[in-house]
């Protein structure tokens, strides 16, 4: 039977992270420097001074692949409840050796009430989104049966585009956003997509560092889509948030002071400084992931712009 391609998406994927170290197919910012996590960990308690210091403050990750981000984060941000929404059995085994006390959820719906700062890196594109694509008839949805698309009439009402065009539109990333806002919870948001929304299909599958096919080996490749920022922001606008950015990852990282921290630690640990930089230079160079990652915060509204997007 043909399955939506949202569905197969999301299968695959559940799949993909339960049985694979994704490490071993693609590197995320992480996992090249602990610099990022460092900055963020700054990024954070700025922001929970900046909510009042509430002694109660909860950090959350979203995706937290092997736990890295938030055990940098937390070294600068200092001790606090952790919860982690991540669906991987594998992973979750990883996170707790690095994170030992973190409260696990399968979704944001489980994690306690009261102030809430979440991060996610790499998450959402993780997320997996409807297709169409404009036809001489109309809008088409794209489904799958048999390792084959197959397209069937779309059941929503769609903006018109020119024929061929392709649509994407990742529900579960849109209603992760609007829940977070609704919670009245702040969110810092580092993947790559666009600054515009923008018609075009991004979704593409890695497998062991190559581009693969998506559809031929569903849960042997790690399937992503580009975050589509803007809708995201409308989104978190209409839920009631504040949004800040999205900014180019470059400007983000450049502004919380990347090369500073990352050439005194380099100055400290002489060994580690040459690979330090060389990370440095990868987050931040347009043609690495300088220009297509993007960092988009959402908060309470009245609240000054947050940590690295204050733009003159
Ligand atoms: C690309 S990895 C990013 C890992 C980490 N944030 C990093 O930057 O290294 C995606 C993460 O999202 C998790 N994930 C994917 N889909 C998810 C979902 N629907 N709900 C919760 N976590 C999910 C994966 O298991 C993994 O931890």
């Keep these: ?36 996590g460092e900055l963020l960990g700054g990024w954070a308690r700025v922001v929970w001074q ?8 909860i950090l959350a990750e979203a995706g937290p692949g092997r736990g890295v981000l938030m055990a940098d984060i937390l070294r600068v941000f200092g001790p606090a409840p952790v919860h982690f929404i991540e669906t991987s059995p594998r992973l979750r085994i990883e996170q707790k050796r690095r994170v030992p006390q973190a409260v696990w959820h399968d979704s944001l719906a489980t994690v306690a009430d009261g102030p809430l700062i ?7 594109d993780a997320l997996p989104v409807r297709q169409f694509v404009r036809r001489a008839s109309g809008w088409m949805e794209r489904y799958v049966t048999a390792g084959e698309y197959l397209e069937q009439p779309a059941e929503l009402d769609l903006p018109d585009h020119a024929e061929g065009s392709v649509l994407e539109i990742n529900e579960s990333a849109n209603a992760f956003i609007k ?7 702040v969110g810092l948001f580092i993947d790559y ?12 599958a890695i497998r062991a560092d190559k581009y693969a096919d998506p559809l031929e080996a569903p849960g042997l490749a790690d ?3 580009h975050v589509d920022f803007a809708a995201l922001a409308q989104t978190a606008r209409t839920a009631g948030a504040q949004v800040w950015g999205p900014l180019k990852q470059h400007t983000f990282l450049t502004a919380l002071g990347l090369h500073q921290r990352t050439d005194q630690l380099a100055r400290s640990t002489p060994q580690a400084g040459e690979r330090l930089r060389l990370a440095a230079r990868r987050l931040t160079a ?18 000054p712009p947050m940590p690295g997007f204050e733009l003159p």
Excluded: W
Aim: charged fraction near 15%; hydrophobic fraction near 50%.
């Design 1 to 36: 039977m043909a399955e939506r391609f949202d569905h197969f998406m999301a299968r695959a994927n559940t799949a993909y992270y339960a049985a694979h170290n994704p490490f071993a197919d693609f590197v995320t910012a992480p996992e090249l420097t602990q610099v990022f």
């Design 50 to 57: 900046m909510l009042g210091a509430p002694p109660e403050i």
């Design 118 to 124: 979440l991060l996610a890196n790499e998450f959402l």
């Design 179 to 185: 829940q977070l806002a609704r919670r009245g919870a």
């Design 193 to 204: 997509g666009p600054l515009a929304s923008a018609p075009g299909e991004s979704v593409q």
């Design 223 to 225: 399937i992503t889509a």
């Design 286 to 303: 347009p043609e690495a992931m300088g220009s297509l990652f993007k960092a988009m915060a959402i908060c309470p509204k009245g609240l």
